[in-house]
């Protein structure tokens, strides 16, 4: 792999956990809330 | 000499962005998924927790989201010929096949457990029978048979209201039923004036749409058969006593407007250089008809519950 490729690798590794890690705490958060809607 | 093995580059795969994930479900087409969905979930009778609410047009998306991946990872080698899909993440090379499968049953798999924990089982079962019909019985079997593809296919995209509607009523009655079998038979005459000037594309790829394989006559006097069968089924909920008339006078003014503009395509051929005015005209229409038609249903219901109309 070039530096060039390497780079752009780590930068789209970075933004797909950022993505994941998201939607991660949005379910998180929705499962909480439905949990609380259907009580 | 034998390159060193040490220092010898390998072409690299790079992992595909979040955005050609998103691609995969077809964002475009899941902007009318989500309206059609919100609109039987707001004209079902009855109350909804607007966080239940929320979460069935969610699941809804969702499940539309994974329908559409699996359809791209299965047509991969079909977009790739074609001009309009020939940018799409699988045949641009962006993307792995197999993380768009795996990425498809995952979303879908979700969508459908999602729906029938937080909302009802019945909700999901329909829901995860559209996004079997889509990428199985329309993607693998159907598409690449039969002219009549985009007909029973359409029924893919007639799940939506349905699920809405019994995401929040539990049962299934005549009503959600209507509407799905109006976004049904809206759906060839918006897909075939679609295909009347984009054909080449299919016909390259032997993918067998109505104008490919019947020709251009039959196809447009088809899509006028569907206009006029829409003005009943459109007004039929109102006919049937669901809505009232504010829905009653919109569905058959917009199916009017639309049978209208069929008339030109329904009776025309396609000279040189033609630029296919009346057949992008239709297409166009159609879109902001399905829009009309479902927002005048949720305002017919709003207006109801509030007392101002009978």
């Not at chain 2, 251009?216 to 003005?231: C, D, G, K, M, N």
């Not at chain 2, 917009?254 to 396609?270: E, I, K, M, Y």
């Amino acid at each position: 792999m070039t530096p060039e490729e390497e780079t752009e690798f780590k930068r789209r590794q970075k933004s797909r956990n950022l993505v994941v890690g998201g939607i991660l705490l949005f379910l998180a958060v929705l499962f909480y809330v439905i949990t609380i809607a259907r009580m | 000499m034998a390159p060193d093995p040490m220092t010898q580059t390998v072409p690299t795969q790079l992992p595909a962005e979040w955005r050609d994930f998103f691609a995969l479900t077809k964002p475009r087409v899941m902007s009318l998924v989500i309206f059609t969905g919100l609109c039987g979930l707001l004209a079902a009778p009855g109350t909804i927790n607007p966080i239940l609410g929320f979460t069935a047009v969610l699941c809804i998306a969702l499940g539309a989201g994974g329908a559409a991946a699996l359809n791209q990872w299965w047509e991969a080698d079909i977009d790739a010929g074609m001009k309009r899909t020939a940018a799409r993440p699988l045949p641009a090379g962006r993307m792995n096949r197999t993380d768009a499968r795996d990425f498809g049953v995952l979303i879908a798999a979700a969508s459908v457990m999602i729906m029938g924990l937080a909302l009802n089982w019945l909700a999901a079962a329909i829901l995860a029978f559209s996004v079997f019909y889509y990428a199985v019985i329309y993607t693998v079997w159907l598409k690449p048979r039969t002219p009549q593809n985009i007909v029973i296919g359409g029924g893919a995209g007639a799940f939506p209201p349905l699920i809405g509607w019994v995401a929040v009523t539990g049962d299934i009655t005549l009503m959600p039923v209507l509407l799905f079998l109006i976004i049904f038979m809206w759906t060839p005459p918006h897909f075939w004036a679609l295909a009347l000037f984009v054909k080449t594309d299919y016909a390259n790829v032997g993918i067998p749409m109505m104008p490919v394989v019947r020709g251009e006559t039959s196809t447009r006097r088809q899509i006028f058969a569907y206009a006029v069968l829409l003005v009943p089924v459109a007004a039929a909920p109102w006919f049937i006593g669901g809505t009232a008339y504010v829905y009653g006078v919109a569905s058959l003014a917009l199916s009017l407007a639309f049978l209208a503009l069929s008339v030109p395509v329904a009776f025309r051929q396609t000279g040189t250089n033609d630029t296919m005015k009346p057949e992008k005209r239709l297409f166009a229409f159609s879109i902001i008809y399905l829009f009309a038609l479902f927002a005048a249903l949720v305002a017919d219901r709003v207006m109801a519950n509030q007392g101002w109309i009978a």
